[in-house]
């Protein structure tokens, strides 16, 4: 026999009965606020066609993907000189067509495009599944998890991102009562684009995007070291520091206009910095994206979030490439973020549909699920495992009791019988403490000749002798 314990792969977990209840809790929640809003439900294949995948989150997602090996000979078709060469890149397209998805929106743009003729435009879907990335496992970051997806596909108009805050803010003040203060930042890809061509280096954009999102991980040395690797002069990284507002001006002899220099220490986050920003950026591109996010902020302001730390924040760039407008995150002290998204202009162009926009968001349920844990927020799941036990004491009395049982589950209330006749009665006390059971039956001779339960509370220890119809408006209380 063999001595190797079974384990599982890294980056990934078992859910027992209770963290299954936990789940299925923000899970409800979620798709409880999506349904509010008008958004339907769909799901598509856990693997799709790596072609499908590849290339459109850009090379950081590329890297993410875990691809499928071809069933059979994979190797048969394999190219020599690859082989030989180990050249992994060279033999993925050969020995490797499809790939597990490692996000839900790249699924999505193909199953519009796939179904645009059954679909009404402007289509609003959510979607709740796992999804895969080949990442460094660590703290709230896992190689299998889920995503909970909103998207609205064949609109641009603003007022989608104000729904999409507006559900954020809905889906936490319930998960988290009031009791958890956390933060929704944003930005706007167009913004980032438009300071990118004000310090003239237009052709380096993705990755300066790519060094400036690891800003809340390196700080501004490690950015810095990125943007020099990247041939960036030290003229052009201070003057990009500025506009991020990661500097005051008074600070950097590169800024001319000196009348702005105390403006632009106003208020670091809201109107007002958009403002300054328009006076000191020189792109057409970012002046759009400036105005794209006042009338955002704008409209939230008019419906007030209920308990949302709304902030503007210029280094928000998040990794995935397609975004092209809005990007939104959200995080609470000490985690990672627990939800993200943004807009995206043309990501079924790649699938032929050209010119669609969507805007989506995406709460990450196992790190949402840590954050509650942690913070002591969730609810007691009683309703979630079995209410009543009934004892088996022999076989005439599992006779008299199975029509009870029976009678209770078709009153929507979780019931069970012990199954092993005579068994112990201790033994099935202690399995109905183990399993948390509220209420244990125990039905003798004098219980069956009247006709009254004999119902014991296991949390009180106190009996009474209920009959099955009494007992149903007992729990039902």
């Not at 499809?98 to 402007?122: G, M, S, W």
């Not at 809201?270 to 920003?277: A, K, R, Y």
């Not at 419906?303 to 280094?315: I, P, R, S, V």
Request: glycine share 8%; proline share 3%.
């Amino acid at each position: 026999m063999s001595s190797n314990r079974p384990s599982l792969p890294k980056g990934t977990r078992d859910f027992s009965p209770i963290e299954m209840a936990r789940r299925n809790y923000i899970f409800d929640t979620i798709k409880k606020v999506y349904k509010k809003y008008g958004f339907q439900q769909i799901e598509t294949p856990a693997m799709e066609n790596l072609s499908t995948l590849v290339g459109t989150g850009g090379d950081e997602s590329d890297k993410l993907i875990f691809k499928i090996l071809n069933s059979g000979d994979f190797l048969a078709k394999a190219d020599e000189k690859a082989l030989q060469e180990k050249n992994a890149n060279g033999l993925t397209k050969l020995i490797a067509e499809k790939a597990l998805h490692y996000d839900l929106t790249v699924p999505f743009a193909r199953y519009v495009v796939q179904n645009q003729n059954e679909i009404t435009f402007p289509f609003r879907r959510f979607q709740i599944q796992p999804v895969w990335r080949a990442d460094r496992p660590q703290r709230g970051r896992y190689r299998e998890f889920y995503q909970c997806d909103a998207d609205i596909i064949g609109s641009d108009s603003l007022l989608n991102e104000v729904d999409l805050i507006k559900i954020i803010d809905d889906v936490f003040s319930e998960l988290f009562q009031g009791k958890l203060n956390y933060t929704v930042s944003v930005n706007n890809r167009k913004i980032l684009q438009g300071i990118v061509e004000s310090i003239g280096e237009t052709d380096k954009f993705e990755q300066i995007i790519v060094a400036i999102d690891k800003y809340d991980k390196i700080g501004e040395e490690g950015v810095t070291k990125e943007l020099e690797k990247l041939k960036i002069t030290s003229r052009s990284i201070d003057e990009l520091y500025v506009l991020l507002k990661l500097r005051e001006a008074r600070d950097i002899v590169a800024i001319e206009d000196k009348d702005d220099v105390e403006k632009i220490g106003m208020p670091q986050y809201g109107i007002n910095q958009l403002e300054i920003l328009e006076r000191n950026i020189n792109s057409i591109n970012g002046v759009r994206g400036i105005e794209e996010l006042e009338s955002i902020f704008r409209n939230l302001d008019k419906l007030e979030l209920k308990t949302a730390n709304l902030k503007l924040d210029l280094t928000l760039a998040r990794g995935l490439g397609y975004y092209t407008g809005t990007i939104i995150e959200v995080k609470v002290d000490n985690f990672p973020s627990i939800c993200g998204g943004g807009r995206y202009d043309d990501l079924t162009g790649k699938f032929g549909l050209k010119d669609v926009s969507g805007v989506g968001i995406s709460f990450g349920a196992d790190r949402i699920y840590d954050v509650l844990l942690d913070n002591n927020l969730y609810p007691k799941f009683e309703g979630d495992s079995t209410q009543v036990l009934f004892v088996n004491f022999g076989e005439k009395e599992q006779d008299y009791c199975l029509p009870l049982l029976f009678q209770l589950r078709d009153e929507d209330i979780n019931a069970e019988i012990y199954p092993d006749v005579g068994a112990k009665l201790k033994k099935q006390m202690t399995f109905a403490n183990n399993k948390n059971i509220n209420y244990v039956v125990l039905v003798g001779s004098d219980e069956m000749n009247s006709g009254k339960l004999t119902v014991k509370n296991m949390q009180t220890g106190e009996q009474h002798a209920f009959t099955i119809e009494e007992l149903i408006q007992e729990l039902k209380k």
